[in-house]
């Protein structure tokens, strides 16, 4: 038995599934999850002593490549002078002021430790500020897993959802209405029938968690508008796509501007640190200012900040995104030329730092498009290249990460991986 089969085996005795977080247990693609000793740059090795190429990237934070030398000695200092004191610190101070300074919506930001509790704060604070109760979300956007956020679209349409985990009592969905991503129909639909009614629209400007999904300019125009028309919040989800699809977020991107953004994974670098923000006359609503609650006992932690601090400065070196872009353009037009060389239906997109591998005719624009793709040609695809030493998301459901220390020759040996691994399946 291998050594990554042991601990697998180990790890379900005491945890359940074996794993800290569902999709990491390799359920959809089966087989067994790769236990990883140490990460360097591109890398990662796994308890066999195997090495991958690694685009999951931690799923997001790894934007340097794993164990960037500056990142570590920014921790190691922190670390020596104590790990959590909580009370506030200046490097809390210099972590907004580089946040406020990045993302110009962003006037005033508060410091979490997840994406979770930074989505699930601002649609507090949303409420709060609004004094209204109803929230929009897209079928297809995770926000994590607050209750009101685990939800799926009711059955009439323009209904309230349903819960899709077990533990979410119905009473804490119902006022979650869930709309199919890029129809701006159902956004006036909904904003007709509900109107002032509404707190805010939750929203992944670039969708990563039902694999690579843009929006389209005239679905986050729509939102913005409609928002403004119904006194409405307007929350950009940027967990995933901030300080991934470009410097300043996709707000900067689409030239859209919301009144509260949602924050993590590269801003701590590899370390729990998350973050909301956005208006500073909505922002004052919150405690101690305000009579919206929240709070963090290892929120703003300092060997967290010392990390995305770092990562922070680091990512705004000179053509920093321009590469990042570059060299993922170059991954998904690789995967697009093999594909139709080989005749294999599957296709590749991307934007900054981010891309998708779908097994469909065209790049998907909703879920239910995203549906239609073919599960068992990606979860065949993705053993091929787990063997190759490419360690792609191990679902066909999850968007891929690129670092900047992916080389030519990294995208080059990915490259050549596919081609092997699409032929087998062609
Ligand atoms: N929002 C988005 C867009 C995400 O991608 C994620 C995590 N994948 C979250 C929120 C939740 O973040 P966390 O896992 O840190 O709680």
């Not at 009614?197 to 929006?215: D, H, Q, R, S, T």
């Not at 009579?291 to 990512?315: D, E, H, R």
């Not at 091929?384 to 998301?393: P, R, T």
Request: charged residues 15%; glycine residues 10%.
């Amino acid at each position: 038995m291998s050594n990554n089969e042991l601990l697998f085996q180990r790890a379900q005795k005491t945890t359940p599934g074996g794993v800290n977080s569902p999709v990491r247990a390799f359920k959809s693609v089966g087989g067994t999850p790769r236990f990883i000793e140490r990460a360097q740059g591109p890398h990662f090795w796994d308890a066999d002593g195997k090495q991958y190429i690694d685009y999951i990237g931690s799923w997001g934070p790894a934007i340097l490549g794993h164990a960037h030398p500056q990142v570590i000695d920014a921790v190691q200092k922190a670390a020596a002078n104590g790990l959590s004191f909580g009370a506030p610190t200046e490097g809390e101070i210099l972590m907004a002021e580089e946040i406020c300074k990045l993302v110009p919506s962003i006037e005033q930001v508060r410091l979490v430790s997840s994406g979770t509790e930074a989505t699930m704060s601002a649609l507090r604070l949303a409420r709060g500020a609004t004094k209204r109760d109803k929230i929009i979300k897209f079928e297809g956007c995770y926000h994590g897993h607050a209750d009101a956020l685990l939800v799926k679209a009711g059955s009439g349409l323009l209904t309230f959802g349903n819960p899709t985990s077990a533990g979410v009592p119905e009473d804490f969905t119902k006022h979650t209405l869930v709309l199919d991503y890029n129809n701006c129909e159902q956004l006036q639909d909904a904003f007709a029938k509900y109107s002032d009614e509404i707190a805010c629209v939750i929203v992944e400007p670039v969708a990563g968690n039902m694999n690579l999904i843009k929006a389209s300019s005239d679905f986050l125009k729509t939102m913005r508008d409609l928002c403004d028309q119904h006194g409405s919040i307007l929350i950009f989800d940027e967990v995933m796509c901030g300080f991934r699809v470009a410097l300043g977020g996709a707000q900067s991107v689409y030239e859209i501007t919301p009144d509260l953004t949602a924050l993590g994974k590269v801003i701590g670098g590899g370390l729990p640190v998350a973050a909301f923000g956005g208006r500073a006359e909505i922002m004052k609503h919150l405690a101690p200012l305000g009579g919206v609650y929240q709070a963090g006992t290892l929120s703003g932690n300092p060997v967290a900040v010392a990390a995305g601090l770092t990562t922070l400065k680091l990512i705004q070196q000179a053509d920093f995104y321009e590469t990042l872009t570059s060299q993922t353009s170059k991954l998904t037009a690789g995967f697009n030329a093999i594909a139709s060389k080989l005749g294999v239906e599957m296709c590749a997109d991307s934007i900054g730092g981010m891309f998708g591998i779908y097994f469909t005719k065209t790049i998907p624009t909703s879920y239910a498009e995203m549906m239609q793709a073919n599960n068992a040609s990606f979860n065949k695809f993705f053993h091929f290249m787990l063997d190759a030493g490419v360690y792609l998301a191990p679902s066909a459901f999850e968007a891929g990460f690129v670092s900047i220390t992916h080389t030519d020759e990294i995208i080059q040996q990915t490259l050549t991986a596919a081609e092997i691994s699409l032929s087998q399946l062609a």
